[in-house]
């Protein structure tokens, strides 16, 4: 079965780097563009970045263009997302999620970031 | 940047029918989609594409798109309903994905 995992989260200085990753397994995964999706506390989803399923293309929220990247590697079935510059306001559960015409088909279970001094 | 609004909230007896009502600018031009979330888990799909269920969802759940409202119907409702749902849609004009404000289902 579908199973996406991600890994990473910790508590981070804002301006620190830290580097999450999403373990994919169960479907092919060279054939699904991935979303990275975030929920902050008591607060909705918010959509994060997208990466084409051959890492070509690169789609980022207006929130995160220029701190954040996303990629992949498909002969590791696993997803990143690399977090620059953290800011308090990027504190969050963040879900890899995989694409299905324009909306979010299977999740993970999530991983927590907490930016803090 | 495109918004869409959902009522906070929604109460619904036991056995009766809730409906959930989606808001956006010309939103009868997009595909929408909607998440249940229970607390402490993960967002799950449960209407595709406006009107399509994924396999597992029961038939309870049902979606509707007509001019500016999107709704999400849930019939007869059980316990185990209750949760926050949320509608998305893709905005092509940013090529960004956006989710609604999203309503807490209450079961009395």
């Known amino acids: 079965q579908v199973q996406l995992v991600e890994s990473g989260g910790d508590v981070v200085q804002p301006g620190r780097s830290l580097r999450l990753s999403c373990a994919a397994s169960g479907f092919t995964f060279t054939s699904y563009a991935m979303h990275w999706v975030r929920q902050a506390p008591g607060k909705g989803p918010e959509w994060v970045a997208l990466?084409?399923?051959?890492?070509?293309?690169?789609f980022y929220a207006d929130s995160v263009k220029g701190r954040f990247i996303i990629s992949r590697d498909n002969s590791k079935n696993t997803l990143y997302l690399q977090m620059n510059g953290p800011r308090t306001e990027d504190t969050a559960v963040y879900y890899c999620?995989?694409?299905?015409?324009?909306?979010?088909?299977?999740w993970g279970q999530g991983t927590l970031v907490t930016v803090s001094s | 940047s495109y918004v869409l609004t959902q009522p906070p909230s929604v109460s619904v007896a036991p056995g009766q029918t809730a409906t959930i009502i989606c808001g956006g600018n010309n939103i009868g031009s997009k595909r929408v989609h909607w998440y249940q979330q229970k607390p402490g888990q993960a967002p799950v799909l449960v209407v595709y594409?406006?009107?399509d269920r994924p396999s597992g969802i029961p038939d309870r759940f049902s979606g509707f798109h007509s001019g500016n409202t999107a709704t999400l119907t849930i019939s007869r409702a059980e316990d185990g309903d209750e949760a926050d749902y949320y509608c998305?849609?893709?905005?092509?004009?940013?090529?960004?994905?956006?989710f609604g404000t999203g309503t807490k289902v209450t079961v009395l």
């Open positions: 990466i084409s399923n051959d890492g070509v293309n690169k």
């Open positions: 999620a995989t694409d299905s015409r324009r909306h979010f088909d299977r």
């Open positions: 594409d406006d009107t």
């Open positions: 998305q849609v893709w905005d092509s004009s940013s090529d960004h994905y956006v």
